[in-house]
């Protein structure tokens, strides 16, 4: 992955719309173990990013709008 590759920028949850999976979720999932189910069939949720990474991640992108102004 590129060095200036900024993440919060990055569309990573790959979908069009909110109703992009429209048929896999028909409702809310009303457990962990419902959700983890419909994850298992088509991994839809976002990967995690840690405190530190995001930290990282604000701070290049600060400094990257200074570089602009």
Known sequence: MPKD?????MDYVNT??????????PA????KAEM????EL???LPSAVTKE???KQVKRKTQN???IE
Not at 5 to 9: A, C, N, R, S
Not at 36 to 39: G, K, R, T
Request: with cysteine; charged share 30%; hydrophobic share 30%.
């Open 42 to 44: 088509y991994p839809y």
């Open 53 to 55: 990474k995001m930290k």
């Open 28 to 31: 809310a999932p009303v457990s």
């Open 5 to 9: 590759f900024d993440l919060l920028d």
């Open 16 to 25: 069009a719309s909110t109703t992009d999976c429209t048929g896999l979720i």
């Open 65 to 67: 709008e200074e570089k």
């Open 36 to 39: 983890e189910a419909y994850e």
